[in-house]
């Protein structure tokens, strides 16, 4: 059931992506909702639903793409888990506190994917970055309520924050 | 004890994913069948959520570009009701349909690449990300089209064919970072040079090769056709928005702005050669 609602969930995540964030550019940067989808799934639940949920929707969006298959779910597992991870161990949990790590993931994920990207031979221009970085950061910190309270929902009271469920990865 | 234990199982998990998406990588990277059949089957099964969600979408986007791109529309309008005033009388045809007719009309009196078959086709999909600027056109190899052909408006040269399937291309903007250098020529002063992408959004920029005192604002900058050039000649590119002397004085660079609006492409014209335009 949590899996078909987190289906759910990616996929108008991927509409509202492509239909309505995509073709909106400002300054050269287009917002990326699916970091934000590993960053939230990472608040909302623990640093390992963060880095599926990160590889799930980075999956899905590299296969819209042109650019190398693999590399948005390879940032969104790293962002899903260093959230995860970082939440868990120092970050408490007051609501401006997350948006600010809404925007400092969003700019790390973002400058993970550049350097990513340069390593798997996209050519990105670094006079572009600080724009794209602040675009993204910004959009991701306007889109995080309704983003976390869609997830807050797919993944359902058990396997939430502070009452995390097994992991998928137990016998 | 329980916390070190999901942190252990989670690190497992962060492994695994990470060589999952290595995984997925290399075979990319391979270009590796079936990584590009499952791409195109995700596109395909995609593309009605993407339908949905455009209609929904629709009115509010118009909404935003009426309220941040109002001195456009003006402009626009502005056209229209000299269009309209010419007519005298004819019916006021939809504005959307209206742009798309003229704009297709454009295309077909092409002043260049006499001689090169053409295929005309719409932009069905703008870039998704940062960093790709990449768009796809509905016309593939069912119609001709391969790798590396000349892709344009009537305004000028957009860029080239990079990927084909049968019923669809993707094409690379000139702009493009990943778009390799191009020989251009002042049409007025003759100086040939290698355009580039510039650091500025949609802009080229030429670094050396022109003459100290070759190029001003405003002169028009067309596709050189020289050797190795990936374009035929006379194509217009764009025209010089500023120009500054290089490090050693003897020469300028320039930045040039491309006539054709990459940003908001509607139809576009594939000429149909590879190594035999000019």
């Not at chain 1, 309505?20 to 799934?41: D, E, H, Q, T, Y």
């Not at chain 2, 002063?189 to 670094?207: C, K, N, Q, T």
């Not at chain 2, 491309?258 to 509607?266: I, K, N, Q, T, W």
Request: net charge negative.
């Amino acid at each position: 059931m949590v899996a078909a609602r987190l289906a759910l969930v990616l996929l108008v995540t991927m509409v509202v992506q492509v239909v309505v964030i995509s073709p909106l550019a400002i300054a050269g940067g287009r917002g990326n909702l699916v970091l934000l989808v590993a960053i939230a799934a990472a608040l909302e639940t623990d640093a390992e639903r963060g880095a599926i949920a990160g590889f799930a929707a980075g999956l899905f969006f590299d296969m819209l793409l042109d650019t190398p298959m693999g590399l948005s779910a390879l940032t969104g597992v790293l962002v899903g888990w260093v959230v995860g991870t970082a939440k868990d161990s120092v970050l408490r949990d007051a609501g401006i506190i997350q948006l600010g790590l809404v925007a400092v993931a969003s700019a790390f994920g973002t400058l993970l994917y550049a350097g990513l990207a340069v390593l798997f031979g996209v050519t990105v221009d670094p006079a572009r970055l600080p724009a794209i970085v602040a675009v993204i950061s910004v959009v991701n910190v306007l889109f995080s309520k309704p983003v976390r309270w869609a997830l807050r929902w797919a993944y359902g009271p058990e396997t939430r924050a502070g009452d995390r469920g097994p992991s998928v990865f137990r016998s | 004890m329980a916390r070190s234990r999901r942190f252990g199982r989670s690190r497992f998990t962060l492994v695994l994913l990470v060589l999952a998406s290595l995984t997925v990588l290399t075979l990319d990277y391979r270009d590796s069948g079936p990584v590009q059949g499952l791409r195109s089957v995700v596109g395909t099964v995609f593309s009605p959520f993407e339908g949905i969600g455009n209609a929904i979408a629709s009115p509010f986007k118009n909404g935003w570009r009426g309220i941040f791109e109002y001195d456009d529309l003006e402009d626009e309008n502005r056209e229209l009701q000299r269009r309209i005033d010419e007519l005298e009388g004819d019916v006021v045809r939809d504005e959307a349909r209206e742009q798309e007719l003229a704009e297709v009309e454009r295309l077909t009196n092409l002043d260049f690449g006499d001689g090169i078959e053409r295929v005309y086709a719409q932009v069905t999909k703008g870039p998704l990300s940062s960093f790709d600027s990449t768009f796809e056109i509905n016309r593939g190899s069912g119609d001709g089209i391969e790798e590396g052909m000349v892709v344009a408006t009537d305004a000028g040269l957009v860029g080239q064919i990079e990927d084909v399937e049968g019923g669809s291309a993707r094409v690379r903007v000139i702009t493009d970072p990943d778009h390799g250098g191009f020989g251009i020529k002042l049409l007025e002063a003759r100086d040939v040079g290698i355009a580039h992408a510039a650091s500025e959004d949609g802009m080229l920029r030429v670094d050396d090769g022109i003459g100290r005192d070759a190029a001003k604002r405003g002169d028009a900058v067309v596709t050189s056709g020289l050797d190795r050039s990936a374009y035929p000649p006379n194509i217009p590119v764009g025209e010089v928005v500023s120009q500054e002397p290089t490090d050693d004085l003897t020469e300028q660079s320039l930045l040039i702005e491309p006539y054709a609006d990459l940003d908001g492409l509607s139809y576009v014209v594939v000429l149909l050669c590879t190594d035999d335009c000019s």
